[in-house]
């Protein structure tokens, strides 16, 4: 008997897990909506994340062009180093970077602030005054975050465009002329479009986790920090399979 | 009975400067922390072994709802098979636009030492086996053991992270190894089932570029990360402050810390080993 419940346990988390996400998606057509925390959620993951975005975009994209010019100098083709630079950052570095940086920074906060109230009790108190928890509480936030996701991933193209063209002119001498020339090669306006729907889901995937597991927390401060723990692991596990699955379906569209 | 203090000269100006001086200090507690929990790992090797046994079985498998999905292992191995599937996936259709499909297991050999493993493996530790220390420590702190640790005499920067700092820099070993073999199996399995090419065409390519001296960087590199990690993770968990949120909010700090870290480590890395010759010849 224990047994068969130990082993449903993460079923039916998982399946709580849904639950909440079909109450958050239902809710987030019902008035009335709360703007006043969208906002204030919006501001908030927006000062949390930008920082460590462009300080992480900066390193991953001077080591793709990096690693991409080794090759491209051995063939004797560096003047298409801009060419690989927007392969890389539009397609993969753009949408992983946002990854990374909002589920760390933004879910991981969400959670450790629904949490630490989930366990004083303060969502019960909600319920009890008769104010629906997900649509006061976990709407704005799944919409903040998938707001700030999609304004983050542009953010970070556009500084990790920069940060290669300034590695690659001036450290490893590529003429500036055919960096930029060769930015547009082989990417186009289809990527971009890839790109940000891939942030979307990303920042809509992250919310959702992080608060799941924030209204789930149970068990005093080493809880939280679980729970916390968790999201920063579940959500990656989702968001980088969800990469692979848009990069393989949008590229049919993409690729000529 | 209360007494009118005029108001200090230049405030805004002491106020930068007691700021400037915060964040300095706080740089130089760090540090000397760091420094303690090096210098006692000579220490915690001696005396604490039983721990760093514990530490090392906890870390492969995970705790609590983590070890449901297989512990840090699978979680490693399945970031690692989706980044290493991409190469697959962006890199065979990316090469075929240009007609040089046959380079794809090039590509894997290339791209996946050099770039995509230790990135992968830096962020996946950083998120298991890091944030779970910072949890457990933070806790601890939060709950006051740690300063019960120190009354009843056991040195708490040497029991708790100089045994975590030893503890992750062996279980990252078996790691790597699991990270490089599902890139190179996602990669592989990925041009060849789902896009079917000649699997012969793929060995080739992947076996004549496949330089063994990349390997061995990409692993040390993914050591001196682990370290590093281990270092912030510990550091954020041990001092905590503020109640369960608080603990929560070290997590999440202690993530981007790391993370950003990392990031900039390989870099230096990786420019410090190819910067100068590249180590790539393509005549083989």
New interface residues.
């Given amino acids: 008997m224990t047994l068969a419940r130990a082993a449903a346990k993460p079923w039916s988390a998982l399946g709580a897990f849904f639950a909440m996400s079909l109450d958050t998606f239902v809710a987030m057509v019902k008035p009335p909506f709360a703007w006043r925390e969208y906002v204030l959620q919006s501001w908030f993951v927006a000062r949390v994340s930008v920082v460590p975005a462009l300080m992480l975009t900066m390193p991953y994209s001077v080591l793709l062009v990096f690693t991409f010019n080794i090759l491209l100098t051995e063939f004797g083709a560096a003047d298409f180093s801009g060419t690989g630079a927007a392969v890389g950052t539009v397609n993969q570095i753009g949408p992983i970077v946002t990854v990374l940086v909002v589920s760390g920074a933004g879910a991981t906060a969400m959670c450790a602030d629904l949490g630490a109230r989930t366990i004083r009790d303060e969502i019960d108190a909600l319920r009890v005054m008769g104010i629906n928890p997900i649509q006061a509480l976990v709407v704005p936030r799944v919409l903040a975050a998938t707001t700030v996701a999609l304004a983050l991933s542009a953010t970070v193209i556009l500084v990790g465009l920069t940060g290669a063209f300034f590695f690659t002119v001036y450290v490893q001498h590529v003429s500036p002329g055919a960096f930029v020339a060769g930015l547009t090669l082989l990417t186009g306006p289809g990527d971009v479009i890839v790109s940000l729907v891939k942030a979307t889901l990303f920042g809509m995937a992250a919310g959702l986790i992080a608060c799941y597991k924030g209204i789930s927390v149970g068990g005093g401060p080493a809880g939280v920090g679980n729970a916390v723990n968790e999201t920063v692991v579940f959500t990656f596990m989702v968001l980088f399979a969800i990469n692979v699955i848009v990069t393989a379906v949008g590229i049919q569209f993409t690729v000529q | 009975m209360t007494l009118a203090v005029p108001s200090k000269q230049f405030q805004r100006v002491r106020r930068t400067a007691a700021r400037t001086l915060t964040a300095w200090r706080r740089i130089g507690t760090q540090a000397e922390f760091y420094g303690k929990t090096l210098m006692s790992i000579p220490d915690a090797l001696v005396n604490y072994r039983t721990e760093v046994w514990r530490l090392i079985a906890q870390m492969g498998l995970g705790?609590?709802?983590?070890a449901?999905?297989g512990g840090t292992v699978a979680?490693v191995g399945?970031?690692t098979v989706?980044?290493g599937?991409?190469v697959a996936?962006?890199g065979y259709?990316?090469l075929?636009?240009?007609g040089f499909e046959a380079l794809t297991g090039f590509a894997s050999a290339?791209?996946n030492v050099?770039?995509i493993v230790p990135?992968t493996t830096s962020?996946?530790l950083s998120?298991?086996v890091g944030?779970?220390a910072?949890?457990?420590i933070?806790?601890m702190r939060?709950?006051e053991e740690i300063d019960a640790l120190e009354v009843i005499g056991i040195r708490s920067i040497t029991y708790l992270t100089s045994t975590r700092v030893i503890a992750g820099t062996i279980v990252v070993i078996p790691l790597y190894c699991v990270a490089v073999m599902m890139a190179f199996l996602a990669a592989r399995l990925g041009t060849t089932v789902i896009y079917g090419q000649g699997s012969g065409v793929y060995d080739h390519y992947f076996n004549t570029f496949l330089n063994p001296t990349d390997l061995i960087w990409s692993f040390f590199q993914v050591v001196a990360i682990t370290v590093v990690i281990m270092l912030v993770h510990t550091y954020y968990g041990f001092t905590a402050s503020g109640?369960?949120?608080g603990?929560?909010?070290?997590?999440?700090r202690a993530?981007?810390t790391s993370?950003?870290i990392a990031?900039?480590e390989?870099?230096f890395i990786?420019?410090a080993v190819?910067g100068q010759s590249?180590n790539?010849?393509?005549a083989g």
């Fill in positions: 705790a609590g709802a983590l449901v999905v979680i399945f970031l989706t980044t599937a991409l996936v962006q259709n990316q075929a636009s240009v290339f791209f050099r770039l990135g962020v996946a998120a298991t944030a779970g910072t949890a457990q933070g806790a939060i709950n109640g369960p949120a603990v929560g909010e070290a997590v999440g993530v981007r993370m950003v990031a900039v390989i870099v990786s420019l190819y590249g790539f010849d393509l």
